[in-house]
């Protein structure tokens, strides 16, 4: 039997990268996983990837109705859920001078809107001992020349943790957050506007971390899963950095 045999999970964003790593381990773990992303093809090769333990609904969650189905989806299974891992979110690069109203309105309303409505939308389908985990990122202690709308929507998720575990403790419900480094992504990669610049940024990201390489996603699926299963049970309201030590050395 695994760590979270028996557990109802939740994965958002869970078609690549962090999401997909953690969907993989949650599951390998005994979990019953709903998988959420936007594009359908990817969901349902994810879903085929991890097998019977999965189960995909097609997902923005920046939309107030997908979000509805996703909890719908949930509910009929009749578990109730225990693990949110609210992953899904993105952003890109935008100098001060250069940052639109569109800019800040896409980040905000899917890395701090999209979280925020995940879990209200499945906050009455927590059962006791239920945990949450939020996507942040090290970046929401650090300066980031034009990544400032991206590092902002992330301190809010650092500020969510600590509210939420106030504020649900009461329920025996737990919320921390994952902090992570730059990760070897398909979605850091993206944020060149090509093949040539992303080589440049992911050696230069490498170049700053003191382990001196990228995380590997599995790594941040790991201490998903720590923070899911009984081993943090005394833990709330934390953040945990998984940067190679960036933010700390």
Do not use: C
Not at 94 to 116: K, R, S
Not at 236 to 241: L, Q, V
Request: glycine share 12%; proline share 3%.
């Amino acid at each position: 039997m695994g760590q979270l045999t028996g557990k109802t999970a939740l994965v958002t964003g869970a078609t690549a990268g962090i999401g997909l790593a953690a969907a993989r381990r949650l599951a390998a773990e005994g979990a019953y996983v709903f998988l959420t992303g936007r594009r359908q093809d990817a969901l349902d090769a994810a879903v085929a990837e991890l097998g019977a333990n999965a189960a995909g609904v097609r997902a923005d969650v920046s939309d107030l109705a997908d979000l509805d189905r996703v909890a719908a989806a949930i509910r009929d299974r009749g578990e109730g859920l225990d693990i949110v891992f609210a992953n899904a979110g993105g952003g890109e690069f935008a100098a001060l001078g250069d940052i639109t109203w569109q800019h800040y309105a896409d980040t905000f309303n899917t890395n701090v809107g999209g979280t925020l409505f995940t879990v209200q939308a499945v906050l009455p389908l927590l059962n006791r001992g239920a945990s949450i985990v939020l996507t942040s990122s090290n970046i929401d202690v650090k300066g980031a020349a034009a990544f400032s709308v991206y590092a902002a929507s992330k301190a809010a998720l650092r500020s969510f943790t600590r509210s939420w575990a106030a504020e649900l403790v009461g329920r025996d419900v737990r919320v921390n957050s994952i902090a992570p480094g730059p990760i070897g992504t398909p979605g850091l990669s993206g944020l060149a506007p090509d093949a040539e610049g992303a080589e440049q940024l992911l050696k230069g990201l490498a170049a700053g971390v003191p382990m001196n390489r990228l995380g590997r996603p599995e790594e941040v699926a790991d201490a998903v899963v720590f923070l899911a299963s009984d081993a943090s049970t005394f833990m709330t309201g934390a953040e945990i950095y998984v940067d190679g030590g960036a933010s700390q050395i």
